[in-house]
C-alpha cells in the first residue's frame, strides 16, 4: 500500500469517527460544551498529567450542570495508529467544532503553549462558539465537590 493509500485511509477513518461523534452530540442535552488544553507540549512525561487536568475540569463542569462533550471513545480509537496531527484535526476535531452543536469551550491555563488548543480555539472563534478561559481556581471546587 502506497502512502496516497494510507493517507485516504486515514482521512476515511477520521471522518467517519467525527460523523459519529457528531451524532453522539446530537442526543446529548444541550446545551453542549467542550474543553480544550495543552496535551502534549509537554511531551510524554506531560502527557498524562495534561490529560488528568483536561479530565477534571470536566467534571468539574459537569458538577456545575454542564453537558461536556467527552471524545474518549475516538480518542483512543485515534491514539497509536501514527495519524498525522494536521489530519485529525482537520478530519476530525474541525468538524465537530463547527458542525454548531458545541455552544461553548472552555480553555484551561497554557493553552497558548499547544498547537492543538490553538487550533481548536481559532476554529472555535470562527464557528461562533463561545470562548471561555478555564479559571485555575476552579481546580480547588473539585476537592470541595469530592468532599462534600
Known sequence: ????DNNFQEIEALSALAE??????KKLTQP???VCGPLTCDGLVGYERNANRLAQAEKILQEKGLTVWKFGESEEEIFGKNYSHK????????PVLESGLIKQ?????RWDESNGATLERNTAIEASIDVLDF???WFN???TIVSE
Open 141 to 143: 471546587l473539585l476537592t
Open 20 to 25: 459519529r461523534e457528531i451524532e453522539k452530540i
Open 32 to 34: 453542549v460544551v467542550r
Open 105 to 109: 469551550a472552555y480553555f484551561l491555563p
Open 1 to 4: 500500500m502506497n502512502n496516497f
Open 135 to 137: 479559571p485555575e481556581d
Open 87 to 94: 489530519n485529525i484535526f482537520t478530519y476530525f476535531h474541525k
